[in-house]
Structure formats: C-alpha cells, structure tokens
C-alpha cells in the first residue's frame, strides 16, 4: 500500500486478556514508532526501531508492553493482561530512516478495554 | 520530563484572521521540528518543518519560526479557514543522534467563521 497500515482499526477487549497491534509501513521505511493518545492527551512515544539498532523501548509504560518488528518491516505491539488504562488509539508513524525527513502516520487503532 | 512543551491547550479565531500557535523546546540538541494536524479519528498529518539552520520556513498559508536561542516555534497560518480547525502537534528531533520524534501535547485551533 501507499502509507502506513494499521490493524484492527478498532478493537475491543476485556480486561485481562492480551492484544496484538499491527503495523505494516511504507516499504522502504527504516524507522518505525509506535505512540498512543489517550482521550484528551498527547501523544505519548511509546517505542521506536531505527534499522538494526536495539530499539529505543524507553516510553512504554510497563512490562505488560512490548513490540517487535520482523525483518525490519511489519511490527506488533503486544499488551498483555489489559487493563482499563490501556484504552486509547495507538498510532504507528515511519519514516525512511534519513535525517531531515518527517514521519507517517496510519490510522491508529482504537482499543478499548472493558 | 516534557522536552516539547504547547503549553495553550486551545486557540479560537476568526477566519481570515492569522492563527500563531507556540512550541517551546527544552533540549538543546534538537536540531529538527516539525508540524503535524490530526483531525479526529485520523492520524497525524505532517505539515511544514524546519531545520535549526533557518529561521523561516514558508510553504503558502503556513509559515514556521524558529527562535533557536529562545528555544521557541511558532507557527503562523494566514488566512485562517474553518477547514484548519484541528489539533496541531508540534514535533522535535535530535537527527544526529538518529532519535525518535518527541512531541507536544497538541493545540486544539478553531477558526469561527
């Protein structure tokens, strides 16, 4: 596709159980970020990959989080044993990696923990 | 620790008036900004940056300031149209550290007509 996809675009989960986030970005991004926006808030940077380094893990916000990108393209951002906190849209955004170049956003997906 | 503060959480104005939406910025490594306008239910869009080399940057409606010494952006739209009502988040990076993008909290803009 054109820009960056994400999946679902909405979901809804009970509390406790674990979700999985997905990202496919532009083909050719090296960069990759995943943020959140919870009602009423900002973004929040949650995780960021740049090619081959370890990726820069410092905003997610508890152990419950985590994310991985296969092959340096699709990524999956995992909550497990969601609680009602975790509800807001997650945002993924790339960008190729070369300094002085913005970032794309998808669509987010909405989660919703009941 | 907010490095990129927007500190007016809101803005109204009339249409056809100028919009001037502030950034400031703590880290002085930032060496990259940008703008982006998210309507509701969509992502973010990007909208005009600047590099810490300038201090203008123009593209039609839409100019960004940069004050480097002030550790200040603004971003300047005029006209204003009541299709430019969104929330403007204004974004940095340190590129020679390869980082990630911080943002602000956004600014929520309304332009009456």
């Known amino acids: 596709g054109a820009g960056v996809s994400q999946s679902p675009s909405n979901k809804v989960t009970e509390k406790g159980k674990d979700v999985e986030l997905r990202c496919d970005p532009i083909?050719?991004?090296?960069?990759l970020y995943w943020y959140r926006q919870s009602l009423g808030q900002g973004l929040e940077f949650l995780i960021y990959?740049?090619?081959?380094?370890?990726?820069?893990k410092s905003g997610l916000p508890s152990d419950r989080f985590s994310a991985e990108r296969t092959g340096g393209s699709v990524s999956t951002l995992t909550i497990q044993r969601t609680q009602q906190e975790d509800s807001a849209v997650y945002l993924c955004?790339?960008?190729?990696?070369?300094?002085?170049?913005?970032?794309?956003f998808g669509q987010g997906t909405r989660l919703t923990v009941v | 620790d907010q490095q990129v503060k927007q500190n007016s959480p809101s803005l109204s104005v009339q249409e056809g008036r100028i919009s001037i939406l502030n950034c400031d910025y703590t880290?002085?490594?930032?060496?990259?900004f940008l703008w982006y306008k998210k309507y509701p239910a969509e992502g973010p869009t990007f909208l005009i940056s600047?590099?810490?080399?300038?201090d203008k940057n123009e593209d039609g409606r839409f100019t960004v300031f940069l004050n480097k010494s002030a550790k200040h952006l603004s971003l300047h739209i005029v006209p204003s149209q009541p299709g430019d009502s969104a929330v403007y988040f204004c974004?940095?990076?340190?590129?020679?550290?390869?980082?990630?993008?911080?943002f602000g909290k956004g600014i929520t803009l309304s332009v009456r007509p």
């Open positions: 955004a790339s960008s190729p990696g070369v300094w002085n170049t913005e970032a794309f």
């Open positions: 083909s050719g991004h090296t960069a």
């Open positions: 990959f740049q090619g081959n380094s370890a990726p820069d």
């Open positions: 880290n002085s490594m930032f060496d990259y």
């Open positions: 600047i590099s810490s080399i300038k």
């Open positions: 974004a940095a990076r340190n590129t020679g550290a390869n980082s990630k993008l911080t």
